[in-house]
């Protein structure tokens, strides 16, 4: 893979919300270069990681609980969820 291209995906990956694909670019690379990874795994693999990445991240995050927000359309406080 290019210079180029990786940091095309860099990029691409970051604004997308991705970190853990930018992070884990040069190792997922090596791997389907090796032969170890085809199209489809590679896909799966870059996925499953940055779900499970995402799940650790709310369940230890402490934005879970409601908080009191202000309605756009009228002045009455609305609860959400986060």
């Known amino acids: 893979m290019s210079e180029l291209?990786?940091?095309?995906?860099?990029?691409?990956?970051?604004?997308?919300?991705?970190?853990?694909?930018a992070d884990?670019?040069?190792?997922?690379?090596r791997r389907a270069e090796e032969g170890k990874l085809g199209c489809l795994d590679?896909?799966?693999?870059?996925?499953?990681e940055e779900l499970a990445v995402r799940?650790?991240?709310?369940a230890t995050s402490p934005s879970n609980e409601p908080r009191r927000t202000r309605s756009c359309r009228s002045s009455r406080s609305v609860t959400r969820r986060a």
């Open 24 to 29: 884990g670019l040069d190792q997922l690379a």
């Open 42 to 48: 590679l896909l799966d693999l870059v996925l499953s």
């Open 55 to 58: 799940v650790v991240r709310s």
């Open 5 to 21: 291209t990786a940091n095309r995906i860099r990029t691409t990956a970051a604004k997308l919300g991705l970190p853990h694909l």
